[in-house]
Nanobody, 124 residues
């Protein structure tokens, strides 16, 4: 499946932003989705993910309670709603997909398909 992430930008601390990940090429509902990010000078890290139906979502502790992942299989799109943004949320955000096994994976190597990334910059 091909993925296109969008919605990044420059915001201030405390603001909100919604990222989108549009999928094409395969049946979107067959895929579990993950969101990852890479901050400057750091490794890519898991942000959160959702199973094919959206029934199960998992979040990294660093974003729990502030970020919400959802998906709309009818329009082949996953979303990452980010509220109460912090300077440390500054990163390139990636969406990723893997054929559904009914569980969210936190590991980059378990996702076969990746979007190109969208930059989120949070200023103080």
């Amino acid at each position: 499946v091909q993925l296109q992430a969008s919605g990044g930008g420059l915001v201030q601390a405390g603001d909100s932003l919604r990222l989108s990940c549009a999928a094409s090429g395969r049946t979107f509902s067959l895929y579990d989705m993950g969101w990852f990010r890479r901050a400057p000078g750091k490794e890519r890290e898991f942000v959160g993910g959702t199973t094919w139906s959206g029934q199960t979502t998992v979040y990294a502790d660093s974003v729990k309670g502030r970020f919400t992942i959802s998906r709309d299989n009818a329009v082949n799109t996953a979303y990452l709603q980010m509220n109460s943004l912090k300077v440390e949320d500054t990163a390139i955000y990636y969406c990723a997909a893997r054929r559904s096994v009914g569980q969210v994976s936190r590991f980059t190597e378990e996702y076969a398909d990746w979007g190109q990334g969208t930059l989120v910059t949070v200023s103080s």
